[in-house]
Protein backbone atom coordinates (compact mmCIF):
# COMPACT_ATOMS: atom_id res chain seq x y z
CA UNK A 1 0.00 0.00 0.00
CA UNK A 2 2.73 2.55 1.07
CA UNK A 3 4.38 1.54 -2.32
CA UNK A 4 1.57 2.40 -4.48
CA UNK A 5 0.73 6.00 -2.65
CA UNK A 6 4.86 7.05 -3.18
CA UNK A 7 4.19 6.09 -6.90
CA UNK A 8 1.89 8.28 -6.95
CA UNK A 9 3.21 11.06 -5.42
CA UNK A 10 6.28 10.37 -8.05
CA UNK A 11 3.50 10.23 -10.83
CA UNK A 12 1.48 13.50 -9.70
CA UNK A 13 4.88 15.27 -9.27
CA UNK A 14 6.25 14.74 -12.55
CA UNK A 15 3.01 15.31 -14.18
CA UNK A 16 2.87 18.71 -12.17
CA UNK A 17 6.64 19.84 -13.19
CA UNK A 18 5.81 18.75 -16.71
CA UNK A 19 2.90 21.17 -17.12
CA UNK A 20 5.59 23.79 -15.85
CA UNK A 21 8.27 22.95 -18.15
CA UNK A 22 5.44 22.95 -21.21
CA UNK A 23 4.70 27.05 -20.00
CA UNK A 24 1.17 26.21 -18.80
CA UNK A 25 1.48 29.00 -16.38
CA UNK A 26 1.54 32.38 -19.08
CA UNK A 27 4.18 34.65 -17.98
CA UNK A 28 3.48 37.91 -20.17
CA UNK A 29 5.87 40.44 -21.24
CA UNK A 30 6.11 43.61 -22.93
CA UNK A 31 9.45 44.09 -24.54
CA UNK A 32 9.16 47.69 -25.30
CA UNK A 33 11.52 48.87 -28.43
CA UNK A 34 13.55 45.96 -28.63
CA UNK A 35 14.01 44.43 -32.31
CA UNK A 36 13.63 40.86 -33.06
CA UNK A 37 16.42 38.79 -34.31
CA UNK A 38 15.61 37.57 -37.93
CA UNK A 39 19.16 36.55 -39.13
CA UNK A 40 18.89 32.93 -39.06
CA UNK A 41 18.45 30.83 -41.55
CA UNK A 42 16.29 27.52 -40.52
CA UNK A 43 14.83 24.48 -42.62
CA UNK A 44 11.21 23.88 -42.71
CA UNK A 45 10.02 20.29 -42.20
CA UNK A 46 10.66 19.47 -46.12
CA UNK A 47 14.12 20.38 -45.89
CA UNK A 48 13.42 23.47 -47.63
CA UNK A 49 15.94 26.84 -46.15
CA UNK A 50 14.09 29.20 -45.05
CA UNK A 51 15.28 33.20 -44.13
CA UNK A 52 13.78 34.34 -40.76
CA UNK A 53 14.66 37.89 -42.54
CA UNK A 54 12.33 37.56 -45.83
CA UNK A 55 9.82 38.27 -43.09
CA UNK A 56 10.74 42.04 -42.11
CA UNK A 57 8.45 44.20 -43.03
CA UNK A 58 5.11 41.81 -41.96
CA UNK A 59 3.90 41.44 -38.56
CA UNK A 60 5.15 38.02 -37.36
CA UNK A 61 4.24 35.43 -34.33
CA UNK A 62 6.89 33.19 -33.82
CA UNK A 63 5.71 30.42 -31.87
CA UNK A 64 8.59 27.87 -30.20
CA UNK A 65 6.65 24.17 -29.29
CA UNK A 66 7.30 20.63 -29.41
CA UNK A 67 5.16 17.86 -30.62
CA UNK A 68 5.17 16.34 -27.06
CA UNK A 69 3.82 19.81 -25.64
CA UNK A 70 0.03 19.50 -24.33
CA UNK A 71 -0.35 23.29 -24.18
CA UNK A 72 1.29 23.95 -27.50
CA UNK A 73 -0.95 21.66 -28.87
CA UNK A 74 -4.39 23.37 -27.34
CA UNK A 75 -2.67 26.60 -29.22
CA UNK A 76 -2.51 25.16 -32.74
CA UNK A 77 -5.88 25.70 -33.45
CA UNK A 78 -6.49 28.89 -32.43
CA UNK A 79 -2.51 29.92 -34.26
CA UNK A 80 -4.20 27.92 -37.43
CA UNK A 81 -7.18 30.03 -37.58
CA UNK A 82 -5.61 33.76 -36.58
CA UNK A 83 -3.05 33.05 -39.22
CA UNK A 84 -5.83 32.31 -42.11
CA UNK A 85 -8.11 35.68 -40.74
CA UNK A 86 -5.12 37.55 -41.03
CA UNK A 87 -3.38 36.33 -43.66
CA UNK A 88 -4.32 39.25 -45.94
CA UNK A 89 -2.31 41.84 -43.83
CA UNK A 90 1.03 39.95 -44.38
CA UNK A 91 0.45 38.49 -40.89
CA UNK A 92 2.62 34.90 -40.24
CA UNK A 93 2.80 32.60 -37.72
CA UNK A 94 5.84 30.58 -37.75
CA UNK A 95 6.34 27.11 -35.68
CA UNK A 96 9.44 26.43 -34.55
CA UNK A 97 10.50 23.50 -33.04
CA UNK A 98 14.25 22.64 -31.23
CA UNK A 99 13.11 19.18 -29.94
CA UNK A 100 11.57 17.61 -32.80
CA UNK A 101 12.64 16.04 -36.13
CA UNK A 102 11.69 17.06 -39.22
CA UNK A 103 9.97 13.53 -39.58
CA UNK A 104 8.39 13.97 -36.45
CA UNK A 105 7.30 17.99 -37.67
CA UNK A 106 6.03 16.54 -40.80
CA UNK A 107 3.73 13.65 -39.68
CA UNK A 108 2.21 15.94 -36.67
CA UNK A 109 1.84 19.10 -38.51
CA UNK A 110 0.00 16.69 -41.37
CA UNK A 111 -2.48 15.21 -38.33
CA UNK A 112 -3.02 18.65 -36.89
CA UNK A 113 -3.43 20.54 -40.26
CA UNK A 114 -0.63 23.03 -39.71
CA UNK A 115 -1.19 25.84 -42.45
CA UNK A 116 1.54 27.95 -41.44
CA UNK A 117 5.62 26.69 -41.90
CA UNK A 118 6.74 24.48 -39.15
CA UNK A 119 10.55 25.07 -39.05
CA UNK A 120 13.64 22.98 -37.00
CA UNK A 121 15.13 25.64 -34.57
CA UNK A 122 18.99 25.58 -33.90
CA UNK A 123 20.84 26.21 -31.00
CA UNK A 124 22.46 29.58 -31.76
CA UNK A 125 18.77 30.82 -32.10
CA UNK A 126 17.74 28.96 -29.05
CA UNK A 127 20.30 30.74 -27.78
CA UNK A 128 19.42 34.29 -28.83
CA UNK A 129 15.69 34.31 -28.04
CA UNK A 130 16.32 32.52 -24.63
CA UNK A 131 13.57 30.16 -24.59
CA UNK A 132 12.79 28.98 -20.84
CA UNK A 133 9.67 27.08 -21.62
CA UNK A 134 7.21 26.19 -24.16
CA UNK A 135 4.85 27.41 -25.58
CA UNK A 136 6.31 30.78 -25.72
CA UNK A 137 5.21 33.54 -28.38
CA UNK A 138 6.79 36.64 -29.97
CA UNK A 139 4.82 39.28 -31.39
CA UNK A 140 6.69 41.40 -33.61
CA UNK A 141 5.63 44.54 -35.52
CA UNK A 142 6.15 45.44 -38.94
CA UNK A 143 8.95 47.71 -38.08
CA UNK A 144 10.87 44.63 -36.33
CA UNK A 145 10.10 45.53 -32.79
CA UNK A 146 8.69 43.05 -29.91
CA UNK A 147 5.57 43.66 -29.14
CA UNK A 148 5.25 41.12 -26.57
CA UNK A 149 6.23 37.83 -25.38
CA UNK A 150 4.65 35.20 -24.08
CA UNK A 151 5.53 31.98 -22.28
CA UNK A 152 2.96 29.50 -21.95
CA UNK A 153 -0.96 29.54 -24.25
CA UNK A 154 -3.61 32.53 -23.51
CA UNK A 155 -6.69 32.60 -24.88
CA UNK A 156 -8.17 32.79 -28.65
CA UNK A 157 -8.76 36.20 -27.55
CA UNK A 158 -5.85 37.10 -25.99
CA UNK A 159 -4.14 35.85 -28.73
CA UNK A 160 -6.09 38.34 -30.91
CA UNK A 161 -5.78 41.30 -28.93
CA UNK A 162 -1.69 40.68 -28.86
CA UNK A 163 -2.33 40.09 -33.25
CA UNK A 164 -4.35 43.32 -33.33
CA UNK A 165 -1.44 44.82 -31.66
CA UNK A 166 1.11 44.19 -34.19
CA UNK A 167 -0.72 46.59 -36.93
Known amino acids: MRAKLTMRAVVATLAALSLVACGRQARQTSSGAEHAKLDFTLQDMNGTPVKLASFRGRPLLINVWATYCEPCKLEIPDLIELQEKYKATGFTVLGISFDDTAKDLREFAAA ?24 TSWFIRKDGTISHTRVGIGTRELLEEQIRALF
Open 112 to 135: YKMTYPVLLGTDDMRDAYETIGIP
